[in-house]
């Protein structure tokens, strides 16, 4: 693997498959960042999340990447609840678990796993729905130091 970050570029190929149900997706750097910045609506950003280390053994290092999925929806009907907005965040939620899930980006990173993520961010009529994903994948460190 020569990039650290290539499982996102593979991610948001995987995501366009999508463009029917959304109309942007594109990755952004924080949640904060989309906040600051309303988009058209529906839209999915995907923000790279950090990692953990998952086991070590001898020169190799197991990872699992997350992956956040940010969901941006809008409603002219707002409740102070946002039961309008999780109507329309819903099935969309479903949309992209279905494309997601198990998918391998590529022979260096193994299936994509939901996992847990923050919960949603209403501002100003939009509601901000985060779902993360993780996959796994192996560095191997220098055969000589």
Request: charge should be neutral.
């Amino acid at each position: 693997m020569n990039n650290y970050f290539a499982a996102e570029a593979l991610i948001l190929n995987q995501l366009k498959n999508l463009e029917n149900e959304f109309k942007l997706i594109s990755t952004t750097r924080s949640l904060k960042e989309l906040i600051n910045h309303p988009s058209p609506t529906p839209a999915l950003f995907l923000i790279y999340d950090g990692q953990e280390p998952f086991m070590a053994a001898g020169k190799e290092q197991v990872v699992d990447q997350q992956w956040l999925l940010v969901i941006v929806v809008r409603c002219a009907r707002q409740t102070a609840a946002g039961a309008y907005e999780r109507l329309e965040a819903g099935p969309l939620i479903n949309t992209i678990a279905t494309a997601l899930i198990g998918w391998q980006p590529n022979n260096d990173f193994g299936p994509l796993a939901l996992t847990t993520a923050p919960g949603p961010v209403y501002n100003n009529g939009y509601g901000y729905y985060q779902v993360r994903f993780s996959t796994r994948f192996t560095i191997r460190g220098a055969t000589n130091i």
